[in-house]
């Protein structure tokens, strides 16, 4: 049996990507086969694509792009314990096997039931992003109630999670956007939204206790400049060690979100309980990749760009 599948066999173009037929996965020990309902589309996946993502070289090739999902499980491997076919799941997964597939293996470690509540589209969404933003946060800036904190793309997929994120740590949250989504900023809690393109967000956003950042570059050197004495950056891009030497301020080396199912499962039921919003900026059926690729990378979606094999 083979199933429908986004692989890159070269480093190219990622809206030039394909789908093809490859072999349908098998479970294994302790885990499931979860038909892919949704798979979400991140900035990780054209950056593999582009062999721009440095945990996947030449020698991973071909590789399925992807890391998060939802679906139903169809079938279980043995040792799986707590699991039953046609149980609805999402997952953030390795790199190894990919989501924007037909089916995929995933583990009993990332492995998370989707509460009542919360439609597929926005579980299949969240997983990556949501990783992202919450171990950023909390697991790697310590964020604490009561803070001052400044998301950088506070409108993007990861940054609209990371301002209702902090929003519930009862943070003082300043976030930068475009000039079109300030007020989406503002209603996910956003206490000051920033416009990126009219205003300098140092001169507003200042004595803070963390700086959340997914842009880099320029943005990242301003940013020092905005925390207090100790204060510290959370960049997903490497970090100018220099720059916050130079204004006594902490980072924490270059990170990736890993699965956590304990923490995902959390998130999901802030959404269940209406705590969080996922929003979904466009759908697209799988054989739409490269539409969706492109659309992704160049009209700054707000909130999530989703796959659907439906």
Not at 132 to 155: S, Y
Not at 201 to 227: P, Y
Request: charged residues 25%.
């Amino acid at each position: 049996m083979t199933i429908a599948a986004v692989r890159v066999h070269r480093f190219t173009d990622p809206e030039t990507l394909q789908i093809e037929r490859i072999a349908a996965p098998a479970p294994d020990r302790g885990s499931a086969i979860v038909r892919v309902e949704v798979a979400s589309v991140n900035p990780v996946d054209w950056k593999t694509a582009e062999g721009k993502y440095a945990p996947v070289g030449e020698d991973k090739l071909p590789i399925v792009l992807g890391r998060d999902l939802a679906g139903t499980i169809t079938e279980i491997g043995r040792d799986l314990e707590g699991w039953s076919v046609g149980d609805q799941v999402c997952a953030f997964i390795d790199q190894e096997r990919g989501a924007q597939a037909e089916q995929v293996l995933v583990t009993a470690g990332e492995l998370v039931r989707i509460p009542g509540g919360v439609s597929t589209e926005v579980a299949g969404a969240l997983p990556l992003a949501a990783m992202t933003a919450w171990q950023g946060l909390f697991d790697r800036g310590g964020l604490r109630d009561g803070q001052r904190v400044l998301i950088h793309g506070g409108a993007g997929g990861v940054g609209h999670l990371a301002v209702q994120f902090a929003r519930w740590k009862n943070c003082t949250v300043f976030a930068t956007a475009s000039g079109d989504d300030l007020d989406f900023v503002r209603a996910l809690g956003a206490d000051t939204a920033i416009d990126y393109e009219t205003e300098r967000f140092e001169e507003i956003a200042t004595d803070l206790d963390l700086v959340f950042d997914t842009q880099g570059g320029e943005t990242q050197k301003r940013s020092f400049a905005t925390l207090k004495r100790g204060g510290i950056l959370v960049s997903t891009l490497e970090p100018d060690e220099a720059a916050a030497a130079a204004h006594e301020v902490r980072t924490v080396p270059r990170w990736h979100a890993t699965p956590d199912p304990v923490a995902l499962g959390h998130v999901l039921d802030l959404v269940a309980d209406g705590t969080v919003r996922v929003e979904i900026a466009r759908r697209f059926r799988l054989d739409e990749v490269e539409a969706a690729h492109r659309f992704a990378r160049t009209d700054h979606p707000r909130g999530k760009v989703i796959l659907t094999t439906g």
